[in-house]
Nanobody, 121 residues
Framework: QVQLVESGGGLVQAGGSLRLSCAAS????????MGWFRQAPGKEREFVGG????????TYADSVKGRFTISRSGDKNTVYLQMNSLKPEDTAEYYC??????????????WGQGTQVTVSS
């Protein structure tokens, strides 16, 4: 089994920044991709972005493009989500996930427990 642990969420004012981290442990796959998703109350889960093993292929949802940056640690087991210029509509529970097949577009099979991000206006 793969364990994913997110951290870094919190309360921030609009225009502020947060950096989320997600550490993978346990069974890991060669060349797996990692992604970030979010879900606000009453809304469907939304794909935020994904990064492949070598960090040469990264994609973002249009809603966060230019404000959020995804990166990956040198050992490949930690993925980061740098969130700048945060807006109240970014408020959500943020989840990281693993795509064992290596595609940033999934499918994503393993999920973390989530970390809450709240942006006040």
């Amino acid at each position: 089994q793969v364990q994913l642990v997110e951290s870094g969420g919190g309360l921030v004012q609009a225009g502020g920044s947060l950096r989320l981290s997600c550490a993978a442990s346990g069974r890991t796959f060669i060349y797996y991709a990692m992604g970030w998703f979010r879900q606000a109350p009453g809304k469907e889960r939304e794909f935020v972005g994904g990064i492949n093993w070598s960090a040469t292929d990264i994609t973002y949802a249009d809603s966060v493009k230019g404000r959020f940056t995804i990166s990956r640690s040198g050992d490949k087991n930690t993925v980061y989500l740098q969130m700048n210029s945060l807006k109240p509509e970014d408020t959500a529970e943020y989840y990281c996930a693993v795509a064992p097949g290596g595609s940033i577009y999934g499918p994503y099979s393993y999920w973390g427990q989530g970390t809450q991000v709240t942006v006040s206006s």
